[in-house]
């Protein structure tokens, strides 16, 4: 298989003060596929997520998107190469409409070339009314952010990552907070989604954890204790010891 787009960590550790945050930890996400990442806290998530953004660098191991070896790469020229991270809390421009910030993020200068490429050629409109339509906020289009929803607010974000045409979307406990409704459109989105990118999901609710219906890796003490569908890891011994605590 090409291991272009392919995430690939390679016996990843990061120390902290002599605290190994992540310990040896090696993971690859193929091009298109989804993964959700849970795992207890303090189990090393966060920092899995950071190491391949280049907010935190590994203490030793290797990480690589592609042919690109991230390891020591800084944290614009990773995003460049197409990684979108979202954040557990949105950051949408309230004063702005969902279409203006939809259109503000195709011009962040951030992502690869294909942002710049729908300004230049004039289909910037079309891109958004897609992505919009893409997560279920057409009909919102010239509302404030701030009157949205919370889940809304919180595709509002997935589409401004998708504005900056991503090929591996990190994304950070999407769930949290949102009602029963809002979690099915969350799963969905992410399952249209991937396919055409990949991405990895780190959340709490297992529940969502099914509905999103893929491969699951679960951390610990900061490396991988099971890896499956999510039945398999559930029905894990050592899983149910450490993570479901019974
Ligand atoms: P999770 O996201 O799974 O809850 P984290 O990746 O945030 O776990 O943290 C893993 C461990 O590393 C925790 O014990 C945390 O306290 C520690 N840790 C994270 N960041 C730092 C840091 N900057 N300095 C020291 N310890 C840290």
Known sequence: MSTKGRLYLDGVSVVFDGFRALNNLSLVVEPGEMRAV????GAGKTTMMDVITGKTR??????????????????ADIANLGI??????????????????????LKAPRGPFAC?????????KARIDQVMEETGLTARAGDLAAILSHGQRQWLEIGMLLMQDPQL?????????MTDQETEHTAALLRRIAGERSVV?????????RALGRKVTVLHEGTMLSEGPIDQVQNDPRVIEVYLGR
């Open 116 to 124: 710049l490429r729908w300004i230049l050629t004039g289909e910037a």
């Open 169 to 177: 979307l990190l994304v950070d406990e999407p769930v949290a907070g």
């Open 201 to 209: 999901v780190v959340e709490h609710d297992l529940e969502f954890v």
């Open 84 to 105: 979108g991270r979202k954040f557990q809390k949105p950051t949408v421009f309230d004063a702005l409409t969902v279409f203006e910030n939809l259109e503000l993020a």
């Open 38 to 41: 849970i795992g207890p806290n």
């Open 58 to 75: 590994p203490t030793s191991g290797t990480v690589r998107f592609g042919d690109h070896d991230l390891t020591r790469m800084d944290e």
